[in-house]
Structures are given as C-alpha cells and as structure tokens.
C-alpha cells in the first residue's frame, strides 16, 4: 500500500544552453507528489503517516521552493552570487527563515542561505526526480515520485527497499540507533 503527499514549490530557472523561450530566467509553480510504499504498519494501521513524510522531504524540498535553480555552468551564477554577496544577502538575512539543511550531492548542492540551488544537469521535471530521490531514497520508500511543472511533468517510478525500521508506536522511521525521533521508542536488542 502506498501513503502519497504532495508540495507547492515556487521557483525560478532557465535552460542555459537551450535554444527556445525556456533560455530566458523565468518561475514556476510546481507540484511534487512522493508516493512510499511499505506495508500497513499494525500499531498505527498506515503506512507511512503523512505528516511525517512532509517533515522529512521539506527538509529537502525547502531549498527548491522560492529559490533559483541554475546549471553549475551557467553565466548567470557567478553574477547572481556576486550581486547577492554585495548585498550582503550571500550567507544569509534575518528574515530569511524558510531554507532547508544545504545538501551537495553529485547532482545538486544547495545554498540554503542564499535561496540558490545549483545543478548539475539542466532542471527540468525530470532532473528535479532525479535530485529528490537521491536525497531521499534511504529516509523514506519512495515508489515514485511525480513533479508538474506548468505544462510539464514526469514520473518515475522505484523499486521500494523496505528495510526502512518503523517505529510500531508512530509509524515513522527509527534513526541509526534504532530510537524513534518523535516518540523515543526504542527498538529491543
């Protein structure tokens, strides 16, 4: 069975390279859709509660939503940044409190700070599946993901692990120690 949670995510980018309209800076709202699948967990009868599958993948996710996403060779990032560092706003602002923890990965890294992800390959539906499945694929049992993009949209589907500890009281993912984050239950020995 499968426990699906959707995100909003504002952002801008570009295909730098590409020759067409998308060439040009310009936003999105996207919808994100994860799909875990596992197996009914007894003590709280569903899969994977909702909620918590929010709370992990935000974490991820954050840094996309109201942010810019540019190719690590793109002109425009050395410019951005610059722009950003003489306004100060390059390491952070007081009032920039939604940003996720920063990430590098083989695909992506994030400067939560500056509101700024940079990618590997151009962002595209499909490149933005490919990055949130790496950075989640060992939190949840992703079976697939589903991102819409204006007129676009993908889907991809996993193989699910399913050797993801869950806590029987909650339902959520117990840490390395076998400990649940949210209600403390501890795994016996």
């Known amino acids: 069975m499968r426990s699906i949670t959707t995100f909003d995510l504002q952002y801008a980018h570009r295909f730098y390279g590409f020759k067409g309209e998308a060439q040009y800076l310009h936003g999105h709202t996207g919808v994100m859709t994860i799909e875990v699948e596992d197996s009914v967990n007894e003590g709280v ?4 509660p909702c909620n918590e599958i929010r709370k992990i993948a935000w974490d991820v996710l954050q840094n996309f939503d109201h942010a810019l996403v540019l190719k ?3 002109p ?12 100060g706003i390059l390491h952070g602002h007081p009032q920039n409190k939604m940003k996720g923890v920063a990430f590098k990965t083989e695909l992506a890294t ?9 990618t590997k390959e151009t962002m595209a539906v499909e490149g933005m599946i490919k990055i949130v499945y790496d950075l989640l694929k060992d939190k949840l049992n992703i079976a697939k993901i589903t991102f819409n993009s204006g007129v676009n949209a993908a889907s991809q589907e996993f193989d699910v692990r399913k050797d993801i500890d869950r806590c029987p009281l909650c339902g959520i993912a117990l840490n390395e120690n076998g400990v649940c984050p949210k209600c403390g239950y501890r795994k016996p020995d």
């Open 76 to 87: 425009l990032l050395p410019a951005i940044l610059g722009v950003y560092e003489q306004q």
């Open 110 to 118: 994030a400067l939560p700070d500056a509101r700024v992800v940079v």
């Open 45 to 48: 009868n569903m899969v994977f």
């Open 72 to 74: 690590e060779d793109d």
